[in-house]
């Protein structure tokens, strides 16, 4: 009997077969040579299926079913035997497999237990070391405090007796409107400087609650140009005052501070004959403060650290003057204290202008 098969069937089928015949091969040969398989019957079996491809390969696609061996009883019991030993072995691999691979992966979590281990050791290290250095500090800002403490006090005495010579100087001499005038500006910074050193003397902690009042800031602005006047003056610059009427809530000695500190460098770094401009500006939600002045200008590598405390370069002003470049970090760290913002902008042409944002 022989069965032809359709043409546009029989690639199909050549291609699965072609696939497939030589992993059969494989199996068959390892289960005859592993499982100590009879050789007479593993080279009938190999004998059919080899002649079974070749016609396949001679492109023979007509198959003699009635000429093709037939598999006796005994043969298909074998067979069947050869296909559970296989699959046992297979099953065995696949068992050797698993275990290696476990085995693997506990040798890996061991040694990645042993680097969690030698990490929290080293994280444990550093952070007792972290804790030494953040005591350290604390014992340094009390130690510090302590010695502000000391000079503050030992301040009081001189700054006090001044304040009180020059509050008789104003009640009981006779004095024209010029010297009048400077007496009194002498007393009011006295007096500010003997609230700023009460503070400190009952500061106690970095945390403690920003005390503030209602300011009008036009009038503070004014207060801070005419006690720094006679520095313009002497270097024959302008201050030019261009503020409206703000009612801010704010700590006063703060920023009047800041405003005397961003004022006092603007003289400091203009040349003569030149102008400073106080200027105010009023939103919603806040106001800005600006300080422009009309002088050399901020080195590039300075910009960085300008407002930190952490390395603090000194410059000389326009006429020799000194600078210990405490200010602003001061400055900053009261505007913080404030919520609100600290920035500079180079100016168009010349100089540079400090800006200030405090929230209403």
């Not at 200008?297 to 003057?321: A, M, V, W």
Request: glycine letters at 4%; one cysteine or more; charged letters at 25%.
């Amino acid at each position: 009997m022989i069965i032809n098969i359709p043409p546009l069937q029989h690639e199909a089928i050549v291609k699965k077969f072609i696939s497939l015949r030589f992993a059969v091969l494989f199996i068959f040969l390892a289960g005859c040579t592993s499982l100590q398989y009879t050789e007479d019957h593993a080279t009938v079996y190999i004998d059919r299926i080899v002649s079974a491809t070749a016609a396949i390969d001679k492109d023979d696609f007509s198959v003699d079913l009635l000429n093709f061996p037939i598999i006796t009883g005994s043969e298909a019991g074998l067979q069947l035997d050869l296909i559970f030993r296989i699959i046992t072995v297979i099953f065995f691999i696949l068992v050797l497999i698993i275990i290696f691979q476990m085995h693997k992966a506990w040798k890996k979590n061991e040694e990645n237990n042993r680097l969690l281990k030698q990490l929290h050791s080293q994280i444990s290290e550093q952070n007792t070391y972290m804790q030494h250095i953040m005591n350290a500090l604390e014992e340094s800002e009390s130690e510090n405090l302590r010695v502000t403490k000391i000079i503050a006090h030992d301040l009081r005495s001189p700054i006090g007796a001044i304040v009180s010579a020059s509050s008789l100087l104003l009640n009981e001499t006779k004095l024209n409107e010029e010297a009048s005038e400077l007496i009194s500006i002498i007393q009011k910074a006295g007096i500010n400087a003997l609230t700023f050193m009460t503070a400190i003397l009952e500061k106690e902690d970095a945390h403690a609650v920003l005390k503030k009042e209602p300011v009008e800031l036009s009038t503070l602005i004014k207060y801070c140009a005419n006690i720094l006047k006679y520095k313009a003056i002497e270097k024959r610059q302008t201050i030019t005052i261009d503020s409206q009427t703000i009612l801010l809530d704010c700590n006063l000695e703060n920023i009047w501070r800041v405003i005397s500190n961003l004022l006092t460098n603007a003289i400091k770094f203009s040349p003569d004959h030149s102008t400073i401009v106080l200027q105010t500006t009023e939103f919603d939600e806040h106001i800005i403060i600006e300080v422009k002045d009309q002088g050399i200008g901020i080195p590039n590598d300075l910009k960085p650290s300008l407002f930190t405390s952490q390395e603090r370069r000194k410059r000389i002003g326009t006429r020799g003057e000194k600078s210990y470049g405490m200010g602003l970090p001061i400055a900053k760290k009261i505007i913080d204290a404030h919520k609100g913002k600290i920035w500079f902008e180079e100016n168009e042409f010349k100089g540079t202008t400090f800006f200030v944002q405090l929230p209403k």
